[in-house]
Structure formats: C-alpha cells, structure tokens
Nanobody
C-alpha cells in the first residue's frame, strides 16, 4: 500500500521560510499529479498547490508568489518551499494525489508567529 510521509514543518516567525517534504512509496510516483493541502483548526482541508507529471504547477491565490512546489521523481519526493510566511499559513500540511485517493499521512505542523 502506498504511504505518504510529510516532514519539515516547525515554528517560524512571520516572514520566515520552511521547506516541506513529502516522501511516497509506490513505483508509479512519476505519473501522479501530486498536491499539497493544509488544514487549520476548525476549517476544512484546502488545496494549496499541485504539480503534474509534466511539472506544470498551480497555486491557490493566497500563496502565489510565496510558495513553490516541486518534485524529484527519482527520490519519489515532493517539496513545498514556503517563503514570506504569514500567521494565516499556520496549519497542518498534508500531501496526496490531486484526487485525494491515497490514505492520508499524519501531516506536518507549520506554525507562523506574528
């Protein structure tokens, strides 16, 4: 069964940066459209960004120009470089297929202090 493991979260001051990683098992990682999601307390999980097999990328408006999604198919790993972080970016960050059909991992907590 495919497993997703997120890492790289932490506590950072507003304006700071973090780089999240999503490691996936599964031999067909390279063909998946992968996505980052986040969920703040009391809110629904929302799509942050996704990257296609051809490395086309899409971002939600609130992170455009600040976040960069990328992937390394040889390492079966996806990344999210987060710059100019804001307190409203505070959430648990998850990765999954754009279809959300894989089991969710535990996520990684990102906390941005003002």
């Amino acid at each position: 069964q495919v497993q997703l493991v997120e890492s790289g979260g932490g506590l950072v001051q507003a304006g700071g940066s973090l780089r999240l990683s999503c490691a996936a098992s599964g031999s067909i990682f390279s063909v998946w459209t992968m996505a980052w999601y986040r969920q703040a307390p009391g809110t629904q999980r929302e799509l942050v960004a996704y990257i296609t097999r051809g490395e086309n990328t899409i971002y939600t408006d609130s992170v455009k120009g600040r976040f960069t999604i990328s992937r390394d198919n040889a390492k079966k790993t996806m990344y999210l470089q987060m710059n100019s972080l804001k307190p409203e970016d505070t959430a648990v960050y998850y990765c999954n297929l754009i279809s959300r059909e894989l089991p969710w991992g535990q996520g990684t907590q990102v906390t941005v202090s003002s």
